[in-house]
């Protein structure tokens, strides 16, 4: 393929309307060196103790599963402050944590195909966890992406098509107008889980670490029921994590909805053309 396009702007400068109309536009957002370098070197550390297996298409793409329950700054991880407030302005609901696995892209890694992480109707890989209307993958990277050692690439905007290339079980090898996106150490990369994403070969001389942590406002439940929290593992649980893990089926919908239901209201900011306008999180 040809050099693809690299996206590295300065991210830092975002206003939360701008943040807001990145990922619900173009379907990811980079939130440059979001952790502090002390709580990377913590992480890392935590990484190194994970039981990890191959993936099928190569020894060199290591993962490790349902690691919310692992303890230390792994599973304090889940409940980080920007995040969640972010979280808060963008869904404007209860947030509720539906999964969260550890990925290292070692040297000599393939890349990973462009795909998406969002199937309606359900998947092998995905179950029916990727059946949500909505969700947010949160990728914190634990080493540099640069272009040589898999830096996540997208398809900008690819889950606004309607085309039957959009398809959400397709995988591609690659795309013409796919964008190559850097990153320091410590950044988070957030994904509309309908994007068509993956990475970059690494032909680097050191190893990717990624912890992936998916949410989703309390609305956008699946579509079939998926497997619950066991309560001895919530029992242990910090309190600030705690919250974020309520059952994974709840949906809130109305079957039976009229068509003038009582109690209407004339207000719905999160709706508002001008939401892409805030500066801040008031």
Partial sequence: MDTPRIDNRDWSTLTLGERIRQIELDGYLVWPTLLSAELVVQLRSE??????????????????????????EITKLIAYSKILTFLSQLFGDQIIFMSYGYARSEPGHPGISLHTDGQPYGSQIFGYEGSVPFMVRVLYYLEDLTPEVSPFRVIPRSHLSMHAD???YKRYES??????????????????????????????????????????PAWAGP????????????????????????????????????????????????????????????
């Fill in 175 to 216: 795309h013409p107008e796919e964008v190559m996106v850097p990153a320091p150490a410590g950044s988070a990369i957030l994904i509309n889980h309908r994007i068509f994403h993956g990475n970059y070969p690494n032909i680097g001389d050191y190893a990717r670490q990624m912890l992936a942590i998916a949410y989703r």
């Fill in 223 to 282: 579509i079939q029921e998926v497997e619950t929290w066991n309560v001895e593992d919530l029992n242990q649980l910090p309190d600030i994590v705690r919250p974020l893990f309520a059952n994974r089926n709840t949906r809130h919908w109305d079957f039976h909805g009229g068509n003038k239901p009582p109690n209407m209201t004339d207000q719905a900011p999160g709706i508002n053309p001008s939401r892409w306008e805030k500066v801040s999180q008031s």
């Fill in 47 to 72: 990484t190194a103790k994970l039981e990890t297996h191959p993936v099928d298409y190569s020894i060199h793409q290591q993962a490790c599963p349902n690691i919310q329950f692992f303890g230390g």
């Fill in 166 to 168: 959009a398809n959400p």
